[in-house]
């Protein structure tokens, strides 16, 4: 089984919908992470959470939330999806240790959004 | 803050053909590298990762890459690229303290013809 799970892999929405799409992970790692991928721009991180009790913006947070539900869950949501959203969207885990796994990232096999 | 280039967008190779491809980097001290390879439909891989100690880190599926100091650049290599290589590859560079997030390059798609 993947370590790094989402939900779901393709999803088409029209505007102004809701919309959350879903992160769980096995890894047992504290840190997760969302991103999005547009042609050209490569990924750029939307939130990201060291642990349950916290949550942090990241470059690109406006029109997006998200809530970490327990250390394996981490869920990204549109309140109201508009067409410049539909992009690749990544979960990625890791863990912060010394040594040579610092800084390494897990990711998911990403859910392509499209919305009309 | 960090920042990487990936100054080129494709690289069209032939397949048994060497590649090279490049990563500039900015940041203030020792940073911690990747590069990242993402398979058509699939969500990125770790090829290889340099922290520290030797300069020339050897990875999977015969990628290597080669950390210079003096030019704040991570290429990455290949000897004899195969027709499965063809993806998206991604450079990023983690910084030392702060937040630890690691900083993408836009990627260098990999097209290999027959």
């Known amino acids: 089984d993947a370590d790094v799970t989402q939900t779901p892999r393709n999803r088409i929405t029209k505007t102004g919908k809701r919309i959350m799409l879903e992160c769980s992970q096995t890894?047992?790692?504290?840190?997760m992470y969302w991103y999005r991928q547009d042609p050209g721009l490569g990924l750029r991180l939307i939130y990201y959470?060291?642990?349950?009790?916290?949550?942090n913006k990241g470059e690109i947070s406006d029109g997006y939330s998200v809530s970490r539900q327990a250390q394996a869950k981490f869920s990204l949501s549109l309140e109201s999806a508009i067409p410049n959203q539909t992009a690749l969207y990544f979960c990625?885990?890791?863990?912060?240790?010394?040594?040579?796994?610092?800084?390494?990232?897990?990711f998911g096999p990403g859910t392509r959004l499209t919305v009309l | 803050a960090q920042s990487v280039t990936q100054p080129d967008i494709h690289i069209t190779v032939s397949e048994g053909a060497s590649l090279e491809l490049r990563c500039n980097y900015s940041?203030?001290?020792?940073?911690?590298l990747f590069w990242y390879v993402q398979s058509p439909g699939q969500g990125l891989q770790l090829l290889l990762k340099?922290?520290?100690?030797?300069?020339l880190v050897q990875g999977i599926k015969g990628f290597e890459a080669e950390f210079k100091r003096s030019q704040s650049s991570f290429n990455l290599r290949k000897p004899s690229v195969h027709w499965s290589d063809a993806a998206e590859y991604f450079c990023?560079?983690?910084?030392?303290?702060?937040?630890?997030?690691?900083?993408f390059g836009r990627g260098t798609s990999l097209i290999v013809h027959p």
């Open positions: 959470s060291f642990d349950v009790k916290d949550i």
């Open positions: 890894k047992g790692h504290d840190r």
């Open positions: 940041y203030g001290a020792t940073p911690y």
């Open positions: 990023a560079v983690g910084a030392t303290g702060g937040s630890y997030i690691p900083t």
């Open positions: 340099y922290f520290s100690g030797d300069t």
């Open positions: 990625a885990t890791s863990d912060l240790q010394t040594g040579s796994s610092y800084n390494e990232q897990f």
